[in-house]
Every structure is written in structure tokens, then in C-alpha cells.
């Protein structure tokens, strides 16, 4: 594995791998790499592409009020990890290298990242569509995984890839998750012993929306009140929102008609002062 810091040494040895005819397989993370980003790493891996990892913590996606300095920093850590998961090229670029300019003008984010998640943080998606969109630059052509975790700032990614045409195929990779059901996140290490606990609740209510659906509920606001309710009633956690959106548009749906539609049924929830997002998706029997 190979570690480099400098952009133009990183597009020259991507540049390299492509001459010999190699694909790029492109995993962009802010570190604290835990078995959800390693899943994607694995992914690339067995599709057979030259495996690229980034380790930046771009600070464009935290509000004031949040974590950025005591976001989990763990370098020497991730490196192992890449290593261990067979990651080809390491990039650790400094903010200069990413910013070389100085910050710049924040990514229109259109209407997907304007609700939900975008709503109650108001800054984060164009946050991360600003950094994405450089790293993709950057990059080039390439096979880029996500992870269904962060369903939303998916596609707020999808949609940034088609306004921009970058040469960049979005590869959705699924939630991995504790044996409890609580997802795989770098936040996770905050939670307190009392919060680790509560923090299952989002599976379980989300899982008993899906069987209420399956069972005949075709009202989004009678499945928001049983989630919500279970969140409420099972923990200490303070619920934000339960969202229904349409799987490939992300539109809010009030109504679950359409038979063998895609939906996904979103939630954040506050711990103490940890966050937590999670999903499901649900086809419309």
C-alpha cells in the first residue's frame, strides 16, 4: 500500500494504475474507519479495481455547534486497517491540498439536501457536496461506494455526479450493523453505556414501520406515529424526525399506493449529545 499526501502525487500514481489498465475503485472517509467503511473497501476489492482510500475531515460539514475537534482521529489506526483490507493507495491530504484557494463557494445542493437531515443541519450537505465535489475532481474516473447508512447524503452525491457529469459511477453498499442492530458509525464511540444501550430503539422502530407496511399501512402519517412512538416510549432519546421518501427521487410521500415501489424510511435521533441516522428500505407490496 501506498500513502501519499500531495495531490499531484496521488493523480500520478492513479494516472499509473490506468496506463496499466487498471479501473479505480474510490472510498472517500474523514477516518475513524470502522466496519461499515471496510465493507466498502471490500467491496471494491472483490470487483477486481485498483483500491483507492481518502482520509480527510473536511470541516465544511460541521455547523458551530458541532464536533469537529473532537471528531475521532485514529491515522495510524486507519492505516492498519487499510492494510489489513488490502487498500492499493492511501490519500491523507492536508486542508491546504484540498483547498489549495482558500475554502471555497459552498455546492448548491438542490432540493434533496433541504429537508430532513438538511434541515436540522443546514449547513452539512453542502459541506460534504463541496468536498466530494473536489475530491472527484481529483480523482477522476473512477467506481465511488457509499454507504446506505447515510441514505440521504447518497443521493444528495447522486445528484451532485449528474449536474456535474463527473465520470464517477456511485456503488450503494448496505448498512452494516451491530448484532443488536445498531448501524456501524464513528459517532457511536460517544455514546454512553445508558446510550449504547437506548440506541437500538432506531432499528426496531424502523423494522416494526417496514411490518406495518407489509401488513397492509398505507398512511406515512400512521407509520411516523408507530416509530415514533416506540423511539419515545423504549428510550431516553430525543427523536428529530421519521421521514418516508420515494427510493429514487427522495420525494416525501404521504401516501404508500404505488405497489412494488421503492420507499426508505429515515431517522435521526439525539443521544445526549450524540447523534444518530439510520434506515430502512421498504418495496410496497
Known amino acids: 500500500m501506498e500513502i501519499v499526501t500531495s495531490v499531484k502525487d496521488f493523480q500520478n500514481l492513479l494516472s499509473e494504475r490506468r496506463n496499466l489498465g487498471e479501473d479505480i475503485g474510490f472510498?472517500?472517509?474523514?477516518?475513524?474507519?470502522?466496519?461499515?467503511?471496510?465493507?466498502?473497501?471490500?467491496?471494491?476489492?472483490?470487483?477486481?479495481?485498483?483500491?483507492?482510500?481518502?482520509?480527510?475531515?473536511?470541516p465544511l460539514q460541521f455547523?458551530?455547534?458541532?464536533?469537529?475537534?473532537?471528531?475521532?482521529?485514529?491515522?495510524?489506526?486507519?492505516e492498519g486497517t487499510c492494510l489489513k483490507h488490502k487498500v492499493d493507495l492511501l490519500f491523507c491530504p492536508t486542508q491546504k491540498e484540498?483547498?489549495?484557494?482558500?475554502?471555497?463557494?459552498?455546492?448548491d445542493i438542490g432540493e434533496i439536501g433541504k429537508i430532513l437531515e438538511g434541515k436540522s443541519r443546514p449547513s452539512h450537505f453542502q459541506g460534504v457536496a463541496t468536498v466530494?465535489?473536489?475530491l472527484f475532481e481529483i480523482v477522476g474516473e473512477a467506481c465511488a461506494y457509499f454507504g446506505e447508512k447515510d441514505f440521504q447524503q447518497m443521493m444528495v452525491v447522486n445528484d451532485l455526479v449528474?449536474?456535474?457529469?463527473?465520470?464517477?459511477?456511485?456503488?450503494?453498499?448496505?448498512?452494516?450493523?451491530?448484532?443488536?442492530?445498531?448501524?456501524?458509525?464513528s459517532r457511536n464511540?460517544?455514546?454512553?453505556?445508558?446510550?449504547?444501550?437506548?440506541a437500538p430503539v432506531l432499528y426496531r422502530a424502523l423494522i416494526a414501520g417496514a411490518e406495518l407496511i407489509s401488513e397492509g399501512e398505507r398512511k406515512s402519517e400512521n407509520l411516523k406515529k408507530l416509530i415514533s412512538s416506540i423511539v419515545v416510549n423504549e428510550s431516553k432519546g430525543d427523536l428529530d424526525y421519521v421521514g418516508?421518501?420515494?427510493?429514487?427521487?427522495?420525494?416525501?410521500?404521504?401516501?404508500?399506493?404505488?405497489?412494488?415501489k421503492q420507499i426508505r424510511i429515515l431517522i435521526a435521533c439525539d443521544f445526549g449529545t450524540t447523534r444518530l441516522i439510520d434506515n430502512v428500505g421498504v418495496v410496497i407490496p
Open 244 to 260: 418516508i421518501v420515494d427510493s429514487e427521487t427522495f420525494t416525501p410521500l404521504d401516501s404508500l399506493n404505488d405497489s412494488g
Open 98 to 107: 484540498i483547498y489549495p484557494k482558500g475554502v471555497p463557494e459552498p455546492e
Open 27 to 58: 472510498v472517500p472517509t474523514m477516518g475513524a474507519l470502522h466496519g461499515g467503511h471496510t465493507s466498502l473497501v471490500d467491496t471494491s476489492v472483490r470487483q477486481e479495481k485498483t483500491t483507492v482510500v481518502s482520509i480527510f475531515v473536511n
Open 189 to 198: 464511540v460517544y455514546l454512553t453505556e445508558e446510550q449504547r444501550a437506548d
Open 132 to 134: 466530494v465535489a473536489r
Open 63 to 78: 455547523s458551530d455547534e458541532e464536533d469537529l475537534d473532537d471528531y475521532p482521529s485514529s491515522l495510524e489506526k486507519d
Open 162 to 185: 449528474k449536474r456535474h457529469r463527473f465520470p464517477v459511477e456511485i456503488v450503494a453498499c448496505p448498512t452494516i450493523r451491530q448484532i443488536d442492530g445498531l448501524a456501524l458509525s
